[in-house]
T-cell receptor, first 113, second 114 residues
Framework: AQSVTQLGSHVSVSEGALVLLRCNYS??????LFWYVQYPNQGLQLLLK??????LVKGINGFEAEFKKSETSFHLTKPSAHMSDAAEYFCAVVGTGFQKLVFGTGTRLLVSP | DAGVIQSPRHEVTEMGQEVTLRCKPISGHNSLFWYRQTMMRGLELLIYFNNNVPIDDSGMPEDRFSAKMPNASFSTLKIQPSEPRDSAVYFC????????????FGSGTQLSVL
């Protein structure tokens, strides 16, 4: 069965600082990996996803993530945080084939001026 | 496209009452998912449908919960009888194929059972 672990329920950064949100996965098959963002009182929106091919994936709003098989990681980064990035971020995994998407517990990103 | 539409946006009910949550997926999407979000458990998949057929309902908490998808454009999640521990935000999501594809989420239904 697939699972993801997000380290840190809260991450605080200053505006303009690097954003790093950590995600490690467990999967017995080559995984598909996702990052979703949830703004207050809204549903989740896809930021980016990795399926196959290039291990560095670029998403919306300047975010990117790198798939590292040797480390079973898929950390999300953004070079410079913006106030509008404050939200909750979820890492998710699904195995190849028709299987259900499994979400991590989420990391709340706080951005201070 | 209007996106995934859920109703009601908020529901407050008393313990023991029946609650019905509704979802209209994006037209053309053939997979539909019901999730529950709470502070304690995070985001849990309750059930998902593919081509209107329930594929996996192992996340449904107990027999008080039931879900139907009578056609490609409508699904319901019913709780009968409701209990205070059912209080949560319930999200519906749809995708064009399966969990490997991008999920589009509705805005959720905030359920409070008193």
């Amino acid at each position: 069965a697939q699972s993801v672990t997000q380290l840190g329920s809260h991450v605080s950064v200053s505006e303009g600082a690097l954003v790093l949100l950590r995600c490690n996965y467990s999967s017995s098959v080559p995984p598909y990996l996702f990052w979703y963002v949830q703004y207050p009182n809204q549903g989740l929106q896809l930021l980016l996803k990795y399926t196959t091919g290039a291990t560095l994936v670029k998403g919306i709003n300047g975010f990117e993530a790198e798939f590292k098989k040797s480390e079973t990681s898929f950390h999300l980064t953004k070079p410079s945080a913006h106030m509008s990035d404050a939200a909750e971020y979820f890492c998710a995994v699904v195995g190849t084939g028709f299987q259900k998407l499994v979400f991590g517990t989420g990391t709340r990103l706080l951005v201070s001026p | 496209d209007a996106g995934v539409i859920q109703s009601p946006r908020h529901e407050v009910t008393e313990m023991g009452q029946e609650v019905t949550l509704r979802c209209k997926p994006i037209s053309g999407h053939n997979s539909l998912f019901w999730y529950r979000q709470t502070m304690m458990r995070g985001l849990e998949l309750l059930i998902y449908f593919n081509n209107n057929v329930p594929i996996d309902d192992s996340g449904m908490p107990e027999d008080r919960f039931s879900a139907k998808m009578p056609n490609a454009s409508f699904s319901t999640l019913k709780i009968q009888p409701s209990e205070p521990r059912d209080s949560a935000v319930y999200f519906c999501a749809s995708s064009s194929r399966d969990g490997n594809e991008k999920l589009f989420f509705g805005s959720g239904t905030q359920l409070s059972v008193l």
